[in-house]
């Protein structure tokens, strides 16, 4: 059975930084590309982030480009979301994904 599970998220203040982390089991981790996907209240889930199975390629929404970085550690079966320059718009409940499995999920609030 799949299991993602995230979790470093909080309250923090804009301009500010966190580290997302989710650890994968259940499967073979390091053969499986990973993604970060965010929901807004009252908004549809948008993708954040992809890394591929060796962590040598990733991808970012334009959205968050230049701010978010993924990185994984597949002897840990962990995979990373680093936030910096926080903005209140990224206010949202961030998820990892591998294929159509995705974690609960663990809250960034970015306010003053």
């Known amino acids: 059975e799949v299991q993602l599970m995230e979790s470093g998220g909080g309250l923090v203040q804009p301009g500010g930084s966190l580290r997302l982390s989710c650890v994968g089991s259940g499967f073979t981790f390091s053969s499986y590309p990973m993604r970060w996907f965010r929901q807004a209240p009252g908004r549809e889930f948008e993708w954040v982030s992809t890394i591929d199975s060796t962590g040598g390629s990733s991808s970012y929404a334009d959205s968050v480009k230049g701010r978010f970085t993924i990185s994984r550690d597949n002897a840990k079966n962990t995979v990373y979301l680093q936030l910096n320059s926080l903005k209140t718009e990224d206010t949202a409940i961030y998820y990892c994904?591998?294929?159509?499995?995705r974690g609960p999920g663990t809250q960034v609030t970015v306010s003053s």
């Open positions: 994904w591998k294929g159509l499995d």
